[in-house]
């Protein structure tokens, strides 16, 4: 039987996706996904028909594998076409996790930084999020007040999931000759525990595929080994590009991520 959404509470409606209560459950949420694409701050703002659906497929088959390489994530299950269910927040990190391995976007205005600098270890920026304020970037004793303000017991915990999450997505992906460049996480307190939550669809990363078999990443700067002009991610968007090419790259990443459950 399909869910009833109009006889459940609306918790939450943001840009991309709406939360309702679970009325068999208060411990998990409904999360169901939209059709809405936005970029700049919601500056640009854009329904995609189709786009709700290729991002649920995404998502589920992300945090699927996720789930299955031990990671702490509000990820329980997809129970019909658009709908996750997760486990509900006790509170939220008001923070965006931004962490890099090749340096492309915003990070190529500081100074002289040339786009394809590969990045090891990783680097992170946490933003605060907030649309008015265009998240600004926050100092480390900062973060560890804000989480530990939260009731969690460490932020480096955060820091370690983070790394981790990036490292497990890049070795996928990468068994798919595509470069995870970047990558956008969000994280709450479930049960006292640092969690993974939110989304991870086309417009939490970049994507970028190989220039060749067997590219050498191991350079200073990776560019050349690397096919930015055939990006699968939401920089399409950003850039212009028009929304059925949107929509068929977002169809690309969720075939791509289709194959994560073939993977050990
Ligand atoms: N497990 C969860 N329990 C409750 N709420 C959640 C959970 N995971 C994500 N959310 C919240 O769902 C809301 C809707 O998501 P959406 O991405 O559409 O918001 P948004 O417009 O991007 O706003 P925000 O900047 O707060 O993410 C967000 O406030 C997000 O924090
Ligand atoms: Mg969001």
């Keep these: 039987m399909a869910l009833d959404f109009q006889a459940m509470r609306k918790i939450n409606e943001g840009k991309t996706k709406i939360i309702y209560a679970n009325p ?23 329904i995609i028909e189709g786009k709700a659906r290729v991002d649920w497929r995404t998502n589920r088959d992300i945090f699927e594998y996720l789930n299955r390489k031990g990671v702490l994530t509000h ?49 992170t920026q946490f933003h605060y999020k907030d649309d008015p304020l265009h998240d600004p970037m926050l ?64 417009g939490s990363f970049r994507l970028w595929p190989y220039a060749r078999k067997n590219p050498d990443l191991n350079q200073e700067n990776v560019l050349a080994e690397l096919d930015p002009a055939a990006r699968l991610d939401k920089d399409i968007y950003r850039m212009g590009g028009g929304l059925d090419s949107v929509q068929s790259k977002f169809e690309a990443i969720a075939e791509i991520t289709a194959q994560f459950k073939t993977l050990p």
């Design 24 to 46: 068999d459950d208060p411990q998990t949420v409904y999360m169901v996904f939209k059709d809405d694409i936005t970029a700049g701050d919601g500056v640009q703002h854009d």
């Design 75 to 123: 990820y329980v299950g997809s129970p019909e076409e658009k709908v996750s269910l997760v486990r509900k927040l006790d509170r939220k990190i008001n923070l965006e996790a931004v962490t890099r391995r090749v340096a492309a976007g915003s990070i190529l205005k500081w100074g002289d930084m040339a786009e394809g600098k590969r990045f090891d270890p990783l680097i």
């Design 139 to 202: 100092d480390e004793s900062y973060i560890r007040f804000m989480v530990h303000s939260k009731g969690a017991r460490e932020y480096s915990e955060m820091r370690k999931i983070n790394d981790r999450v990036f490292e497990i997505l890049e070795e996928a992906f990468s068994r798919f000759n595509i470069q995870l460049v970047d990558m956008k996480l969000e994280y709450g307190i479930i049960d006292g525990e640092v969690t993974l939550i939110d989304e991870i669809t086309g």
